[in-house]
């Protein structure tokens, strides 16, 4: 089909724009039976609206399987229809504009999409049963008829009809819990009289068991599945300073009547920030016994930065769904900074744009309007490069300025939607410059800048000389960039930062200095999102491995250097594991030696394995795991003894999985006997099991699974079945 020519109207029906809004919908009831054991609901929703600036004869709806019984209105119908995606009602007579009118529409539905059911008949413990929505993208119209799409917001509420004892939680403050004595449910309602769009409508019912705090005067909760609220208390500590934190960065107060959290099981994603209640995957729960090897920070972070950017403000449509996530991705890395330091918001950053660039070649802009589905757009995209593009505006313009042009943005267009330009109008207002080239090229043009820096240093002349290039292929999707960048130079009693534009493809740039630098960085401060390579001699690159004050620098040395290892380098990297002060490069030291791969990498794995930070701990574990050493095997052992993380555990057990000592098989099979987080030791175990082909296991084994299949997870219980049959294949092969 190459080459074909669409005629112009199906080029444009490709292109993704918001729908027309014919009614500003004023508020929207939803009231709602589940019924648990046949994973139906009964609703019935209501909608007020007022038809924009013409006559509405015809009002549409989004909606999809939804088994409409009836429709009545506060205007006389004519009759009503019921398409694959949408409800088509037609009065009697033209509504004028500015009248508002309420129809009521009356259903039932066995969503596919939208809403799902936790129940024991799907295999998930009856203490645990529950139900739980996910409106966004576009899944709201799979259980309550509306206008699905980001641009047009309305206050909400929902009713929900339950079985007594249930929590029910929805968006907004909690405005009534009756009894219906006809139906011996109770009637629980929640209201949402602030505007959001329908996408952030969200329901959860069922078992919880939930904690209370409080911000100022926003009650906060978290709820989770009755058998799994043990470990809430590990998850939920950190809103109330998250909380503050988001506050004092955006200069905005919680916009919301309060803040609910509440995991469930199997969640469809990560987390969703529904407008009050934000609903997460049950996934990030975790006993205290794992250290710091599971952390719910990250994930809570970003949820809720998403009430003021994503709720509080929201994208007018998907093409702009940057303006959602890249603050959110953004705002959960300062809530790191804030939280651990620097180098810590330094260290995401770096991750992120590792996402970023490993897609170098991608010739799709941030906005676009070329995708088939929204789902497309929750990309690297909108997530690391989003969260970037706000990082090299608040470089450039300074944290300060950078703070009131958001604040201002927020303001302004609170409790609306919004666009890039919106943002962007306000950058050039507040601070007087033209940031037209910046969006041109990092929003609406593809690709990010791969540089290419030469440095030599000059003795006679006393000159270091540097030379850029832009080597990324430019085209109509990927421009020429044009950025400040810094170049450092630092020696004893020497620390010169020279800024220089670039905006070619080749620049040469002579700086005369003191004497000669014994360390050369290129945006030292981490401000420019790009493919940096930067040819340097290799004592210069040692030096930069030595620096104490400079992490990525330090990050960047080590990666170097590991290309290439020598004794030298071996030695220095065992340093790194041992003394560095930043967890993520010991982690990354270990990484590399185990790469190496060496009887001298081995030698110094082992002399670093006494680690504080378990995160490092782990990573040297399976390091040690790689080598099928006897020395590596028997510190594996060792640490075996008093070691209660249960995530430490299952990494040691993996790595013993080629040990040639038999009373391993002894140990393996007593891993079995203890429960443990997320079954985590004896999955392990079963695993190194399979790996050592040993029929003697089968029994156990067997055993095992019969009398524990409740320690499982639906899909490891299912892995571990087939790692049986793979050893009892082995059996009767003998
Ligand atoms: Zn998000």
Known sequence: MAGEQLPPEQVVAQRQYAPDRRVDIVHLKIDVTPDFTNRTIRAQTTLRFVPIARPLRELRLDAVELAVSNITATAAIQGWRVETNAIW?????????????????????????????????????????????????????????????????????????????????SNGRLAGRTMDEATGLEVVRWVQDK??????????????????????????????????????????????????FFERETGVLYPWDKYGQVCVQDFVAGGMENTSLTILTDRTLHPASVGRLRSSQGLLAHELAHQWFGDYVTCKDWSHLWLNEGFATYYENLYQGHRHGRDAFLWSMLQD????????????????????????????????????VLHMLRSQLGEEL????????????????????????????????????FFDQWVYHAGTPSLEVEYRWEEASHLAHVTVRQTQKVSDQVLLFRFPLTLRFKGEGLLEDRVVTIDSRRQDFSFPLPKAPQIFRVDPEVTLLARIEVRLPRPMWLAQLDDAGDMPGRLLALRH???????????????????????????????????????????????????????????????????????????????????????LRATIFEGLAGCPDEDIDALLIGALEKPSFDNVVARAAIGAMRARENPAFVEPLRRYLETHPDRFRAADYGRALVDLAHLARTLEDK
Not at 363 to 386: C, L, M, N, W
Not at 404 to 424: M, Q, S
Not at 586 to 615: F, N, T, V
């Open 89 to 169: 009602i037609t009065f009697e007579q033209p509504i004028p504009p500015d009248r508002e009118t309420a129809v009521t529409v009356d259903y039932s539905a066995r969503p596919k999409r939208g809403l799902y059911f936790r129940t024991p008949e799907l295999g998930y413990r009856p203490e645990d049963m529950h139900l739980f929505t996910q409106g966004e993208a576009e899944l709201a119209r799979h259980w309550f008829p509306s206008h699905d799409f980001p641009n047009e917001k309305f206050t909400s509420e929902v009713i929900c009809r339950v079985p007594p004892g249930m929590t029910v939680l």
């Open 353 to 388: 744009a590792e996402r970023v660039l490993a897609n170098a070649n991608d010739t799709t802009p941030i906005v676009h309007r070329t995708f088939k589905q929204p789902d497309e757009q929750f990309s690297f995209r909108a997530y690391p490069k989003g969260g970037w």
């Open 195 to 244: 505007p959001h769009v329908s996408y952030l409508i969200a329901l959860a019912a069922g078992r919880f068991a939930g904690l209370e705090d409080q911000w100022r005067d926003i009650p906060l909760t978290f709820h989770a599945p009755v058998s799994q609220s043990g470990m809430a208390t590990n998850s939920f500590p950190d809103t109330r300073d998250m909380m503050a």
């Open 561 to 647: 250097l590991a290309k290439n290892a020598n004794e030298e380098v071996v030695r220095r990297l065992g340093r790194v594991l041992r003394e560095d002060g930043f967890y993520a490069l010991r982690i990354e030291a270990a990484k590399a030696l185990r790469r190496i791969h060496s009887d001298a990498a081995l030698e110094e794995l082992l002399a670093g394995i006494d680690q504080p930070d378990e995160r490092v701990l782990n990573e040297v574990l399976q390091a040690l795991g790689g080598f099928h050493d006897p020395k590596a095997y028997a510190a594996l052992r060792q640490r075996l003894d008093g070691c209660e993380n249960p995530i």
């Open 402 to 437: 950078y703070r009131r042009c958001i604040r201002t943005y927020l303001e302004r267009h609170a409790f609306g939607c919004v666009t890039t330009e919106d943002l962007r109008e306000v950058i050039e207002e507040l601070s007087g410059l033209s940031w037209d080239a």
